[in-house]
Structure formats: C-alpha cells, structure tokens
C-alpha cells in the first residue's frame, strides 16, 4: 500500500512540473543590435510599462541609481572601443546604470561584471564612462520603457531613451574612420578596381581629400575600362564635379548614363539625367 502511494504521489508530482502555466513577463526582454560605422552595438534590457502609474519622480525616484529598465541590469556591447563624453570605453559589456533628475540625468556605464542588482553607491574602480544628458519633456505618453540607438553616422549615434513622457539622448563615438583609413592604407599596397573604388567613394563621403579621392575613382576606372561600371563612372561624376572638374564629371556622367540604359538600371539612368541637367548638359 505504501509503495502504490509513494508510486502515485511521484507521478501526481511529475504531472504538476510538466502542466505549470506559463504567462507572459511584465517587463518583456528585448535585444537590439545596431551597427554604427563598423562597431556592433548591442544592447539587452526589460521593457517595463507605465501602467497607470507616474513613474518618473514617483516609481523611479529621483537622485537614487536606477537600472534603467526592469529584472536584470540593462546591458550594452560595443565590438570596438567607443567613446563617451571623452572618456574611452574598450570594446566590451557595461551596466547602465542612470540617475534621474527632473531636467538632467546622469548615465554612468559600469563594468563590475555582474548582471544582477543595483549598486548602492558606484565604486569609482568600475565605472567606466559616465556623462550627465538633459532630458526633455515628450507630449505623449510612451507605454513601454523604450532603448534604442538613432543618429547614426559613420562614426557615431546616440543612446536613446524614451518612457512615459521624458527623452534623453547618450551620444557617443566610434574609430570607424581610423579604421577604414588604416584598411585603405594596407589594401593600397596591392589594391584592385573595386578597392580604390571603396576609398575613393569614403574620401567623398567623409569630405576627406578630393584630389586623393579624384585620383583612386580614375583608377578604378581605369582598372575596369574593359567592362564599365555605370556604378563606378557615377561616382566617378560626383567626383570630379566635387572636385570642380564639371567637363569630366559630364563625359563620366554620360558614360554612366549609357551603360545604365543598357542594363535597364532605371535609378541610375534617372541619378544621371538629373545630375547632367543640373550641369547644363541636357
């Protein structure tokens, strides 16, 4: 008799773990991951409500450390060194950790390696950036606790934060230019026509050296004289048109124009046709 309740009370048992109900978080998790420049930025955080309450001031109190978000510390990934206000962050995980204040905040990223509960008070020895943002009003209200990473640059965006009816932006940098300098510098031992495209086209986007950026989209275009590519020979024309060089911007404008219609590519016929019109050749 014994053994036949000990037998039933273990599969009763067994029955109660497997039928457990499961219901949706409170705060959900969610996980954003953005690229800036050539930087993999990540961030992970719980997506508190406002539910009714006032949350800033009263649910999240001014002057006292917040983990910004809810369940496990907010968590932001940089897979490069960035920078903050001046400070240096080395490519790796941080806290974010904040301190509300009614008109200013202060961020403080901190790197003690946990990822559960909240400082009382930032042991200098791991904080590793920290800035003070003004936060402004939103006229609407923001349901849920909100991250995300916006203004983004080659080399920088901010950390944007938005709930019930305040906005603050974190900006940061990242060495997206020292990088592709450095990446153009050791391809252009050896480069080919689609490298010296590359560079040629990020001078000119950056605003870097023209006449640098003039002479690698000739060579690509020289390089590729043998099968011409209406992607290069455009950029070839906002070169040289940069470069206040009109009549060669014209003819490669031309050019692109002729074998954009060849391939049927109806965007680049039309980015050519306006650009000739612009410069009185059509």
């Not at 008799?1 to 109660?16: D, P």
């Not at 400070?87 to 509300?100: C, E, N, V």
């Not at 080399?155 to 940098?173: C, H, M, N, Q, R």
């Not at 014209?250 to 692109?256: L, W």
Request: aromatic share 12%; net charge neutral.
């Amino acid at each position: 008799m014994k053994k036949l309740l000990l037998l039933f009370m273990t599969c009763a048992s067994m029955y109660t773990l497997k039928a457990q109900v499961e219901t949706p978080a409170p705060s959900p998790f969610s996980k954003l991951e953005q690229k800036v420049g050539l930087t993999d930025v990540t961030l992970e955080y719980s997506r508190p409500g406002v539910k009714g309450r006032i949350v800033f001031g009263d649910l999240v109190p001014y002057g006292k450390i917040w983990r910004t978000g809810a369940n496990a510390r907010t968590k932001i990934t940089f897979s490069t060194d960035a920078t903050i206000d001046g400070q240096d962050l080395k490519a790796g995980s941080y806290s974010i950790f904040t301190i509300p204040n009614a008109e200013s905040w202060e961020v403080v990223f901190y790197n003690d390696g946990k990822e559960f509960g909240t400082p009382s008070e930032f042991d200098p020895q791991y904080v590793a950036a920290r800035t003070t943002v003004k936060s402004y009003p939103v006229p609407f209200n923001v349901e849920s606790f909100t991250l995300d990473i916006n203004n983004i640059t080659n080399s920088s965006a901010t950390i944007d934060l938005i709930w019930e009816k305040t906005y603050l932006g974190v900006p940061f940098t990242v060495p997206t230019d020292a990088a592709v300098t450095a990446s153009i510098q050791k391809v252009m031992n050896g480069p080919g026509a689609n490298d010296y495209f590359q560079a040629a086209v990020y001078y000119f986007q950056e605003g870097k050296d023209i006449q640098q950026a003039k002479t690698w989209i000739d060579q690509a275009v020289e390089m590729s004289k043998d099968q011409p590519r209406f992607w290069v020979l455009r950029q070839q024309s906002l070169i040289h048109a940069k470069a206040g060089e009109k009549a060669s911007a014209i003819a490669a404008a031309k050019a692109s124009l002729k074998y954009a219609e060849e391939a049927g590519n109806d965007d680049y016929v039309k980015m050519n046709k306006d650009s000739l019109k612009e410069w009185g050749s059509m």
